[in-house]
């Protein structure tokens, strides 16, 4: 690549620069564009009190270490009120915060420690549905004015043959079973996407929205700085204007009539007005801040659709939507995955989200998935966490995955014991009694029977542990040639060998990173990559160089199976 061609007019443009604006680059960068998010899943985190689950005093207790690996905003997994019949996800009382996790008081000295910090806080958003438990659903089964339409009802249909009423249409909930309950008290069916104690809100109502716009007000006033907002996709179904509702086709891609696979989902997911509904958010961000300052308050969006929905869900100059509609493609990579894979899985979010928005956002893991050493294989977490924040953009950190921690096999009994819960136990932060995740006797969930070795603590010590290689990647993120990616040629990757990726990041004039990270399980040659001398900067563990050593380009480089290293040019 002639990356140097224009050297010379590059450095007079960098003087010009340097001249015109202050701090050289990044200077047109909101910060979430460039941001290193976390998801903290509350229960999972810290317990102050004892009772074997996370709670809002133990995160406030925490957020130095945010700070400390260079976290810019934290995420947490629903704290509302909740009967906890889905951990969470089914909220009760949208105005407040749930006993397990604390109280409001609590919620204030968070985000006030979290300001002094300056870790911003973002709050999980559940607007496809409320608890059937919460008051509003209690009104609209009595029918209470205004709140009739707040839920989505329908007498069903007669069955012709049998004389008998049904549901109206043949939807599948997300969970299994039908998406319609009966309601005794109402006579009427009402619609739920997930579990049947999960009503769905009526969004094409307006007064629901505008409770949703209140809702939002009500938490901005305390402080926060933004919403993940989850399961978009899911809020609104299709209609037709006679008012009855059409049957799915099926997919073809499960036997089982229960299954949510069986169904293609045309009507009750991605429906466009959700687009609209992004945007009316968004400009309610938009006012907010422009009523009260502060920087920017942001909306990610938890969407698994295409990228061309998403795409949508962002917007344009005219109609912004959701800075950060969550990119997980690279959640799909697994142990088996070249470097050609990974460019593939880049490609995809970056010839339409890059190419229309330059916007990037690189999730890691999150709750509802298997951690990376379990996806990837343990000996890739660091590869994943190089890769995710080598790019440009945003990167999305699920807790514990900067240490490296495992899913773990959560043994339960009964019939609501999943396995999704291996990925949520408890943060391992020393060696001590429940590895200092809590004081109390017993854990919500068991930790990892590795927590001795894999601890926030004892990596620290160790240079090359995961928790180091991801603070020295956080500190790279803000040099000049990270913070040139929105310029023309700042960043590049490629896969230079089948196993080999190469990420070039650069502001062309003065400073150059190549990040070099072998995927494979084999040792890999690489020869001319270059003709400067590079700085080694960051190695991972499996590395036989050393940071500082140094490297001309044209000399043979030789990665280890499974190595990542940073070497940096500086002019
Ligand atoms: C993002 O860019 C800004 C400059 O605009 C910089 O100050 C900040 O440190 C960068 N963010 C991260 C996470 O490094
Ligand atoms: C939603 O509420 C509106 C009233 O604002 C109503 O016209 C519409 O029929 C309701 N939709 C459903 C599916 O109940
Ligand atoms: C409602 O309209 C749709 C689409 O035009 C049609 O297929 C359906 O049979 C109609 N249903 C009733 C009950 O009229
Ligand atoms: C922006 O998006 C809106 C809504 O999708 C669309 O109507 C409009 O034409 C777009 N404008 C531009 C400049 O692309
Ligand atoms: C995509 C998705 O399933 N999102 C959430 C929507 O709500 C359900 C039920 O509460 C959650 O379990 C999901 O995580
Ligand atoms: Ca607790
Ligand atoms: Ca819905």
Redesign the pocket.
């Known amino acids: 690549m002639p990356q140097w061609a224009h050297l010379g007019l590059g450095l007079c443009l960098a003087l010009l620069l340097l001249a015109g604006t202050a701090p050289a680059g990044g200077a047109d960068i909101d910060w979430w564009e460039n941001a290193s998010l976390y998801q903290i899943y509350p229960r999972s985190f810290q317990d102050s009190d004892g009772d074997g689950i996370g709670d809002l005093k133990g995160i406030t207790s925490r957020l130095s270490y945010l700070k400390e690996i260079g976290i810019t905003a934290t995420w947490l997994s629903p704290i509302f009120t909740s009967p906890m019949s889905?951990f969470g996800?089914?909220i009760s009382n949208f105005y407040d915060i749930d006993p397990i996790f604390g109280t409001l008081a609590d919620f204030d000295e968070l985000i006030t420690e979290a300001k002094s910090l300056g870790v911003k806080i973002i709050l999980d958003f559940?607007p496809?549905?409320s608890s059937d438990e919460n008051e509003w659903f209690a009104k609209s089964v009595n029918r209470e004015d205004g709140y009739d339409d707040f839920y989505v009802w329908d007498d069903g249909k007669l069955n012709s043959e049998t004389g008998e009423r049904e549901a109206p249409s043949n939807w599948v909930s997300?969970f299994g079973g039908p998406m319609w309950t009966w309601n005794e008290q109402r006579q009427q069916y009402f619609l739920h996407q997930?579990?049947d104690k999960?009503p769905d809100l009526n969004f094409t109502n307006p007064m629901v929205r505008e409770h949703m716009l209140d809702v939002l007000k009500f938490w901005l006033d305390r402080g926060v700085d933004g919403f993940r907002i989850?399961?978009v996709p899911?809020i609104y179904e299709y209609r037709f204007a006679n008012g009855s509702y059409p049957d799915e086709p099926i997919s073809g891609w499960s036997s089982d009539p229960e299954a949510y696979d069986y169904h293609d989902h045309i009507y009750t997911k991605d429906q466009p007005a959700t687009v609209d509904l992004m945007y009316e958010w968004r400009a309610f961000l938009d006012a907010y801040r422009a009523e009260n300052g502060g920087d920017s308050r942001v909306l990610l969006a938890?969407a698994?659709s295409s990228v061309e929905t998403l795409s949508a869900y962002f917007g344009n100059s005219t109609h912004e939507g959701t800075q950060l509609p969550m990119n997980f493609q690279l959640m799909y990579l697994s142990g088996y995955s070249t470097a050609r894979d990974v460019v593939g899985s880049i490609d995809y979010w970056m010839n339409t989200m890059w190419k229309e928005h330059q916007t990037a956002n690189w999730v890691v893991g999150n709750h509802?998935n298997d951690r990376v050493a379990n996806r990837m294989g343990a000996h890739k977490v660091d590869l994943l966490n190089v890769i995710v924040n080598a790019l440009p953009g945003a990167s999305v950190t699920y807790y514990g995955e900067e240490i490296g921690m495992s899913n773990v096999d959560v043994q339960c009994t009964g019939d609501d014991c999943e396995h999704r819960d291996a990925e949520r136990t408890p943060m391992q932060w020393n060696s001590e009694k429940n590895a200092g995740f809590s004081p109390g006797d017993s854990t919500w969930l068991p930790l990892s029977p590795d927590y001795e070795r894999y601890n926030v603590q004892s990596e620290r010590r160790v240079s090359r542990s995961s928790l180091n290689i991801f603070k020295g990647l956080q500190e790279l993120k803000s040099s000049s040639a990270f913070l040139a990616f929105k310029e023309e040629g700042g960043f590049s990757y490629e896969a230079v060998t089948e196993q080999v990726l190469q990420i070039i990041r650069t502001n062309k004039h003065s400073e150059e990173y190549r990040i070099l990270v072998n995927m494979g399980n084999n040792m890999e040659l690489i020869d001319g990559l270059g003709t400067k001398t590079y700085e080694y900067v960051l190695v991972t563990a499996y590395s036989t160089h050393y940071a500082g050593q140094t490297v001309n380009l044209n000399e043979r480089i030789i990665l280890m199976p499974h190595e990542a290293i940073v070497l940096r040019w500086l002019a």
């Open positions: 889905d996800y089914d559940v496809n549905h997300v997930f579990q999960q989850d399961a899911h938890e698994y509802d």
